[in-house]
RNA sequence: GGGCUCGUAGCCUAGCACGGAUUAAGGUGUCAGCCUUCGGAGCUGAAGAUCGAGGGUUCAAAUCCCUCCGGGCCCGCCA
């Protein structure tokens, strides 16, 4: 489906630039004649990469867009009726839409990420919601009609309102105005956002819309949107975690120029990764078991890849990165469990009233004090959406308790007492780190 | 052009919202140790940073304010 999307934009996009070529020659504008030129190019090059790549999808693709003398009428077309609810169109595109949602599905099943609920965004088209909003909106003094399409003028209710300080915005910041619909009258996707963001307060107190960092404009006038139809109380709480989008070596990600990575390439990539670590360090264990465990420490390295760092830094996609099972700390993190596990399977005991005043020793009492903090460091980390948080707190308990699992004998040590207390602490780091790695996603084992 | 965002040892990152116990923390890499103890995907130690630059506020700035530099993003009848 992706090598479809990628060839087929590729060959529209060469099309409507050769079009822009023409209409300029005719013009003679030299200045847009030499951008379309340079865009050709770059499109030509991304053409002969992708040919190359995949001969025959090029090839078939290429026979069946040119029977279209003008493919970009056609897909407005096909969008025009697929808001109108044509029972043509809304079969065609639900079908193509179901596969690539079977495949995202499939996709997130492999690391365990599973779905409350999906909505159509047309569904808010098909029914009132989206015209709802576009009447509110219009009724209000924020929004003017420039040639038959409606803008809506953002700047003019943050400064009849006052919303400056509110947003954050420094005094120099005029926002931009935003158009709420094409002049065939279908809908854009902002204006179907505003309808969607409202319904989901209808479920919730507070909408998180986690997108991408380039859409932090796009994000902003919805906001203000809201607060223009007098649903301040939504704006107030509705957040953008933004993130930053990742990088590769040489030239950044796009789906449309062939330019990119596949989430189920670095998972499968992982765990055979992972699977040569396994081999290397125990090639004793079954079969079975190497794919087992190969399974969640790849996987759990890719999760903690994710969740480790803060998402509004740029990154840069390496393989190295990725899969360097030495930085990546979930694999050290789960040996670590899997190590208190150990010491816990060995005691065969549960002690019921350890004498925990005897755990004087530095280490110990850090420990402790680590375990104490566990709820405090989970409430900020939601409190200000910093995921790494947990992240981090499970690294520095598994760095303490190696150091103390060194220094510290726990089954041996030197009175019953003792040992019966540190068992209990052993098990109380056991369980946090457990639930630690638990929720950032990732599996704590028992053995690996 | 305007706006937003990021800039911390060779590399990757934490700390910045709430300025002070920070002699700026961790990882990786480099170097030196631990292979007689509960799992070595481990532990101990060394070297490595004028916190992008410059001003300002303050008794005190990586943290707050201003200017500048560098990377990324946005300013569409795309999403």
């Known amino acids: 489906?992706?090598?479809?999307?990628?060839?087929?934009?590729?060959?529209?996009?060469?099309?409507?630039?050769?079009?822009?070529?023409?209409?300029?020659?005719?013009?003679?504008?030299?200045?847009?004649?030499?951008?379309?030129?340079?865009?050709?190019?770059?499109?030509?090059?991304?053409?002969?990469?992708?040919?190359?790549?995949?001969?025959?999808?090029?090839?078939?693709?290429?026979?069946?867009?040119?029977?279209?003398?003008?493919?970009?009428?056609?897909?407005?077309?096909?969008?025009?009726?697929?808001?109108?609810?044509?029972?043509?169109?809304?079969?065609?595109?639900?079908?193509?839409?179901?596969?690539?949602?079977?495949?995202?599905?499939?996709?997130?099943?492999?690391?365990?990420?599973?779905?409350?609920?999906?909505?159509?965004?047309?569904?808010?088209?098909?029914?009132?919601?989206?015209?709802?909003?576009?009447?509110?909106?219009?009724?209000?003094?924020?929004?003017?009609?420039?040639?038959?399409?409606?803008?809506?003028?953002?700047?003019?209710?943050?400064?009849?309102?006052?919303?400056?300080?509110?947003?954050?915005?420094?005094?120099?910041?005029?926002?931009?105005?935003?158009?709420?619909?094409?002049?065939?009258?279908?809908?854009?996707?902002?204006?179907?956002?505003?309808?969607?963001?409202?319904?989901?307060?209808?479920?919730?107190?507070?909408?998180?819309?986690?997108?991408?960092?380039?859409?932090?404009?796009?994000?902003?006038?919805?906001?203000?949107?809201?607060?223009?139809?007098?649903?301040?109380?939504?704006?107030?709480?509705?957040?953008?975690?933004?993130?930053?989008l990742v990088t590769l070596p040489g030239y950044k990600m796009s789906s449309r120029r062939g330019h990119y990575i596949t989430f189920d390439d670095v998972l499968t990539e992982a765990v055979q990764r992972a699977y040569e670590e396994v081999t290397k360090r125990s090639p004793l264990l079954s079969e079975e078991e190497k794919r087992k465990i190969a399974d969640f420490v790849g996987l759990g390295a890719v999760r903690y890849a994710l969740v480790d760092v803060d998402p509004s830094k740029p990154v840069m996609f390496t393989w190295e990165r990725v899969l360097n099972f030495e930085t990546n700390s979930a694999p050290y993190v789960q040996y670590t469990h899997a190590r208190a596990c150990s010491i816990l399977r060995k005691a065969e005991r549960e002690p019921e009233t350890p004498a925990f005043e005897l755990l004087t020793e530095k280490l110990e009492r850090e420990l402790i004090m680590n375990l104490a903090g566990f709820p405090d460091m989970f409430i900020e980390a939601t409190e200000y959406y910093k995921p790494n948080m947990i992240a981090d707190y499970a690294n520095v308990l598994a760095d303490k308790f190696n150091t103390f699992y060194n220094a510290l004998p726990v089954i041996k040590a030197d009175s019953q007492e003792l040992s019966d207390a540190r068992i209990a602490l052993t098990r109380a780091i056991q369980i946090v780190m457990h639930n630690a790695l638990n929720l950032i996603g990732v599996v704590a084992p028992e053995k690996m």
């Open 1 to 244: 489906m992706g090598k479809i999307y990628t060839v087929t934009s590729c060959i529209v996009e060469i099309n409507r630039l050769k079009r822009i070529r023409e209409a300029a020659t005719l013009a003679h504008a030299a200045d847009d004649l030499v951008k379309a030129n340079k865009e050709i190019d770059e499109w030509m090059s991304i053409a002969a990469e992708l040919k190359g790549k995949y001969p025959v999808l090029f090839e078939a693709l290429t026979s069946q867009i040119s029977q279209d003398e003008n493919p970009e009428e056609e897909i407005k077309r096909l969008n025009c009726a697929y808001e109108n609810g044509e029972p043509n169109a809304k079969q065609l595109i639900r079908e193509v839409s179901d596969l690539c949602l079977e495949g995202f599905r499939e996709t997130m099943k492999r690391v365990a990420v599973t779905y409350d609920s999906w909505d159509w965004e047309s569904d808010f088209v098909w029914s009132t919601q989206v015209n709802d909003v576009l009447a509110k909106l219009k009724s209000s003094p924020f929004v003017n009609s420039e040639k038959g399409v409606f803008a809506f003028d953002a700047e003019k209710v943050v400064q009849t309102l006052d919303l400056k300080g509110k947003l954050g915005l420094s005094e120099n910041n005029e926002v931009p105005p935003l158009t709420l619909g094409r002049a065939d009258g279908t809908t854009l996707y902002i204006t179907r956002d505003i309808a969607y963001t409202l319904w989901k307060f209808k479920h919730a107190k507070k909408v998180i819309n986690v997108i991408g960092m380039e859409q932090s404009l796009a994000q902003l006038q919805l906001k203000i949107a809201l607060y223009a139809m007098g649903c301040s109380e939504y704006a107030e709480n509705l957040v953008h975690f933004a993130y930053n």
